[in-house]
Every structure is written in structure tokens, then in C-alpha cells.
């Protein structure tokens, strides 16, 4: 029989001001994993948890809240 893979939950709120959403991962993921799974790229967000920001290695764990906010550029 299969082992049940643990999973978290974690929130994240997007800039401007969308709602919050919650995405189920598995342990062990981190930023990135989560950027992946909502079909974001890495280079168009800065990423904050825990009052800072994060890189995209830094690992999650079930309850953060991570908000999203997104990069404008141009001349």
C-alpha cells in the first residue's frame, strides 16, 4: 500500500488587491514550486513571507502567507 504524501497549505494574496487564494503543495516545496504550480514566473513577482522578502528556494511550511506582489518596469 502507498503512502499518503504529506501536503501544506499555504495562502498567498496577489497585488492589486485580489482576493486570497489557498494552494495545497506537498512538504518540502518551496517558492518556486509554488510559483510553478500557479503558472507564474519567477522574474515578474517579488515574493514576501514572514514580513520579507524570499527567494524562490526558500521553504514553505503548512500555514504560511505569502503575498505577491508584482514587478512594473519601464521608461
Known amino acids: 500500500m502507498m503512502a499518503r504524501l504529506k501536503k501544506i497549505t499555504v495562502k498567498v494574496v496577489a497585488e492589486p488587491r485580489q482576493p486570497a487564494r489557498r494552494i495545497s503543495l506537498r512538504h518540502g516545496s518551496q517558492v518556486g514550486d509554488l510559483l510553478r504550480k500557479m ?12 514580513g520579507r ?23
Not at 503558472?39 to 514572514?50: C, P, Q, T, Y
Open 39 to 50: 503558472g507564474l514566473m519567477r522574474e515578474e513577482f517579488i515574493v514576501m513571507a514572514k
Open 53 to 75: 522578502v524570499v527567494a524562490e528556494f526558500e521553504p514553505l511550511k503548512d500555514g504560511d502567507q505569502i503575498r505577491l506582489i508584482r514587478v512594473f518596469s519601464g521608461g
